[in-house]
């Protein structure tokens, strides 16, 4: 009786045991005036905080000129995070005559944050590099795909990288068909997918490719791309599929092992939204935000929308082809609809918008929004934050820096009617940076594998809160083709945190990523610049001890672990499993008594069609379940679908020989099916 008491309050799957707390919770509930974030509906715009209070609202830098030496001023259209801290910019090339309508060569530039100067302009002789699609791959060159052939709407078959180490430009194998708007995505198994854009004759490119580590080309030959958009909103899922979140109403998984396979996911709950954003803000969560309603006379959108990637309903039959998918669900509006908007990921796990226009119109500068909002993901609500001072429309980026601050540059290049280039930027200091001392990386690892331990010394072990990873931006044209977070687990040790890695590629996939510490007031360290190392297999997202156990929440208790009754369960079963190291048989051990922690938690026990199926024996029976209705639950639990007859009855004959419970647990948890849920490119 005090294990089973003991595991229920470690969980913690609310204690049912403690006979106050429930009025407490109550009482808090009937005098806070918001309603259950399972069930909330769009509110109201909220209120500005004051404008004076760094702390609250954040501040903004004063306007700087974004100029080089050869060329004069230029309009960030292009802004990529390089892994020396450096920002690498591009922007509508012109030729010596003004003429914009060019092909074969770019002038690219080096960004200095630590002198606000443009260092370096390597120079790209092949390829206009204009509305072009770019992410970095494992090694931390830069991969542009496409470009602009000399006109609006023509595509440039190129392909091109990028190397910071070198400061040049080289060519990659060509496409063979011209993209102009594509977007690039990295794959958990190291290769790179470009899906969308224009081709040479203006004609939508519906054939997605795959880049290989061989510097060759794979199309997709059975996944002509239906949705028609251009640089399309494309996130690597958990499973290992391409998730397609907008800007359209359909969503979609884009397998890219073989010939490639769509299959249909969910409609979003509000339509079209396009020049809005998506983001990935914590492992298979996407939140999309703003846009316009399809035509140019509608309004843009103030709604939001999440979706869970990480859900899998129950299969009500024993086999389907397409199984139940994850919906989209609304979340708190913005204060602003916004067009023609930026979104960024934040060290503490908040999104920032920025830029963008409330107006109807395709670019109309006299709806700009200037005040930035922060969306939290705890309380699904977003807080308006400090104002720019420059208008950020179509041709704007915003990317995270390492210092915690957010770069905003450009707008224009052509400017729309009534509106002017800016070829200036704006820093962005989100109000973290105003709420007391910053935690500090006195050393942390150059190069990581996944699932391994490492050290990350620091002074102020004791106060950090979260250790977040942030993959290096790569932005244009309102999206970001490579950002993506995680969290890390950890734990206090003498002089610093020793610190899990994630277990699976398609969660973190190999390359360079912001790593931060995030301190109890929520203020995050200057980043360390972590390269996860090269994979050329997408390994098992199942194999990551956090989502493991935040699957177990899913598959258990039908509930996300993000709530503050559930977020310290999340953290003690993950470094039950972390505290291995890198002793695989030990992980092997810790998943299996994680997993049967759950079996005899009170919250699965107390679930209706638990109760009402007798799943649980009374204490003094002979076993300690209902041997039939176990095996089905292991069934529906881990492999999300209702037993066929001939597997029920031989799991059934194999328990019946000694009760090992723990035993079945283990074959299911390590079983093919179970596992190709999570693993499925």
């Known amino acids: 009786m005090q294990r089973n008491k003991s595991l229920t309050a470690r969980l913690p799957f609310r204690p049912h045991n403690l006979f106050f707390l429930p009025l407490l919770l109550l009482l808090v509930a009937l005098l806070t005036p918001q309603p259950s974030l399972r069930t909330r509906a769009a509110g109201p715009a909220p209120a500005a905080a004051a404008q004076s209070d760094p702390s609250v609202v954040g501040s903004w830098s004063p306007v700087f000129p974004l100029n080089s030496i050869s060329s004069g001023p230029i309009v960030g259209i292009h802004t990529n995070l390089l892994p020396n801290g450096k920002v690498l910019v591009f922007t509508r090339q012109q030729g010596p005559d003004g003429n914009d309508n060019v092909e074969g060569f770019s002038r690219?530039?080096?960004?200095?944050?630590?002198?606000?100067?443009?260092?370096?302009?390597?120079?790209?002789?092949?390829?206009?590099?204009?509305?072009?699609?770019?992410?970095?791959?494992?090694?931390?060159r830069l991969l542009v795909t496409g470009g602009?052939?000399?006109?609006?709407?023509?595509?440039?078959?190129?392909?091109?990288?990028y190397d910071w180490n070198t400061n040049a430009w080289s060519t990659a194998a060509s496409m063979g068909r011209g993209r102009w708007y594509p977007t690039n995505v990295i794959l958990g198994n190291s290769e790179m997918l470009v899906d969308a854009g224009l081709d040479e004759f203006g004609h939508f490119n519906n054939q997605p490719q795959v880049w290989q580590t061989n510097n060759t080309w794979r199309p997709l030959t059975s996944a002509l791309d239906p949705h028609g958009n251009t640089y399309p909103w494309l996130h690597l899922a958990p499973n290992g599929q391409v998730f397609h979140s907008g800007s359209g109403q359909p969503t979609n998984y884009l397998r890219t092992s073989g010939a490639g396979q769509w299959n249909f996911v969910a409609n979003n709950t509000v339509g079209n939204r396009d020049a809005g954003s998506s983001v990935t803000y914590d492992d298979g969560k996407v939140l999309i935000i703003g846009g316009g309603g399809g035509t140019m006379a509608s309004v843009p959108r103030r709604e939001c929308e999440m979706i869970n990637l990480n859900v899998s309903p129950v299969i009500s039959g024993t086999t389907t082809s397409v199984p139940p998918a994850p919906q989209w669900r609304r979340v708190g509006d913005m204060a602003f609809g916004r067009r023609q908007l930026n979104a960024t990921l934040l060290p503490d796990g908040t999104v920032l918008a920025t830029g963008g226009t409330s107006s109807p119109g395709f670019d109309e500068p006299s709806g700009a929004v200037f005040a930035a909002e922060i969306y939290n993901p705890d309380t699904e609500t977003w807080s308006t934050m400090a104002s720019m001072q420059r208008r950020r429309l179509y041709h704007s980026t915003a990317l995270l820096l390492p210092d915690g601050r957010v770069l905003s540059a450009g707008g224009g290049f052509p400017p729309g009617p009534g509106e002017v280039n800016q070829p200036n930027y704006e820093l962005y200091s989100p109000p973290y940076l105003f709420k007391g001392p910053r935690p500090t990386i006195s050393a942390a690892p150059s190069e990581v594998s996944l699932n391994t331990n490492f050290f990350i010394t620091t002074p102020d072990a004791?106060?950090?809160?979260?250790?977040?990873?942030?993959?290096?931006?790569?932005?244009?044209?309102?999206?970001?083709?490579?950002?993506?977070?995680?969290?890390?687990?950890?734990?206090?040790?003498?002089?610093?945190?020793?610190?899990?890695?994630?277990?699976?590629?398609?969660?973190?996939?190999?390359?360079?990523?912001?790593?931060?510490l995030v301190n109890s007031n929520g203020v995050p360290s200057v980043a360390s610049i972590v390269k996860i190392s090269f994979q050329t297999a997408g390994s098992n997202s199942i194999d990551d001890a956090r989502y493991f156990v935040r699957?177990?929440?899913?598959?258990?208790?039908?509930?996300?672990?993000?709530?503050?009754?559930d977020r310290p369960g999340l953290v003690f079963w993950s470094r039950e499993i972390t505290q291995c190291g890198n002793d695989a048989a030990c992980r092997d051990v810790k998943r299996m008594d994680v997993s049967n922690a759950f079996w005899e938690s009170t919250d699965f026990r107390s679930r209706p069609d638990v109760i009402a199926d007798g799943l649980v024996n009374p204490p003094g029976s002979p076993t300690k379940y209902n041997n039939s209705q176990f095996i089905r639950y292991c069934y529906r639990i881990y492999l999300r679908r209702e037993p066929d007859a001939a597997g029920w009855q031989w799991w059934l004959n194999d328990l019946n020989r000694d009760n090992n419970y723990k035993r079945i647990e283990r074959a299911f948890l390590v079983s093919g099916e179970y596992r190709s849920r999570f693993h499925n490119p």
């Not at 699957?551 to 009754?565: C, G, K, V």
């Open 108 to 140: 690219t530039y080096v960004w200095d944050p630590s002198t606000n100067s443009v260092t370096s302009e390597p120079f790209n002789p092949t390829t206009n590099l204009f509305c072009s699609g770019h992410a970095f791959i494992h090694d931390g």
């Open 148 to 161: 602009h052939k000399g006109a609006d709407n023509r595509g440039e078959p190129h392909a091109n990288f």
């Open 462 to 516: 004791a106060s950090i809160s979260k250790v977040t990873m942030i993959r290096l931006g790569s932005v244009t044209h309102a999206f970001n083709q490579n950002q993506r977070m995680t969290q890390l687990i950890f734990r206090q040790g003498s002089g610093g945190l020793h610190v899990q890695f994630p277990g699976g590629a398609n969660l973190t996939p190999s390359g360079h990523y912001m790593l931060f």
């Open 551 to 565: 699957a177990h929440y899913q598959d258990f208790l039908d509930r996300d672990p993000i709530n503050a009754n």
